[in-house]
């Protein structure tokens, strides 16, 4: 369905494109105010954070836009009761520290054509503030000189699980100079372009004393480490666990 042809969707365009503060649009039956998200987000090439009442609205909401072509759709979830304690194994809590580190260390260019679909109780419940995320997050870099020991540290105090092989999000192992870790949240730069990304990904480091001499992916079919990486940033799930720390997604949102 062709919405550029629709004179009064032309019209809500039009103003948003001037910001001349809000526009109310009523009559969104169904699935159409998703499908006037998605040709806003293409159109104006700007960021849309498309609010529901409900949980499970947002769900299919986030199914909805990417079907009527939005060309990146995030879901910001919500716990649907009371808070967890932080856990690296926490599905809701990694996708909630994803979006705010794709916020806060995004350029305004780089937000373009993204839209946040988010059920309203999203709102309600608290963040990290990029400045914890990033302060309590663990960098590992090729060639760096760190003990072992600290890193293990980092991973224990954040609630990872010690076990024999990595296969789920949260979890690590050792074997003397080598630490599996498969974070459920990092940013990798990886190749020579040195293009990083967020994402759930398992890697494997391996030490010499206290250097860093390799930072490889892993396979977990095979458990086989494969491409190399130049450096990673692990999120820390315990991130804004204290009330100073924590604050509400809208002050992040760019202008």
């Known amino acids: 369905m062709d919405l550029s042809r629709d004179k009064v969707v032309s019209e809500v365009v039009a103003r948003l494109s001037r910001s001349q503060g809000p526009v109310k649009v009523e009559g969104t039956w169904g699935s159409f105010a998703r499908l006037l998200t998605s040709h806003i987000s293409r159109t104006l090439h700007r960021p849309v954070l498309h609010l529901c009442a409900h949980i499970d609205d947002a769900d299919r909401a986030f199914d909805d836009l990417k079907t009527f072509g939005a060309e990146r ?42 839209v946040i679909a988010a059920p309203v109780q999203a709102l309600c419940q608290p963040i990290p503030k990029p400045s914890a995320l990033r302060a309590s997050a663990l960098q590992v870099t090729r060639s760096q000189t760190v003990d072992p020991e600290a890193v293990i540290e980092w991973l224990v105090q954040n609630n990872f699980e010690r076990v024999d092989a990595v296969d789920l999000p949260g979890q690590f192992a050792r074997r003397g100079g080598i630490i599996d870790i498969y974070a459920p949240l990092a940013r990798i730069t990886a190749g020579a372009d040195g293009a990083s990304v967020d994402e759930s990904q398992a890697v494997r480091v391996e030490f010499f004393g206290d250097t860093v001499e390799s930072i490889r992916e892993i396979n977990l079919d095979t458990q086989r480490s494969t491409q190399e990486i130049q450096d990673i940033r692990i999120i820390a799930a315990a991130s804004g666990a204290v009330v100073e720390q924590r604050e509400l997604f809208t002050n992040i949102l760019p202008e």
């Open 73 to 114: 759709v995030e879901l910001l979830p919500a716990w649907e009761g009371e808070e967890e304690l932080a856990d690296a194994t926490d599905e809701t809590r990694a996708q909630r520290l994803r979006i705010v580190s794709l916020l806060s260390d995004s350029e305004g260019g780089g937000l373009k054509n993204l």
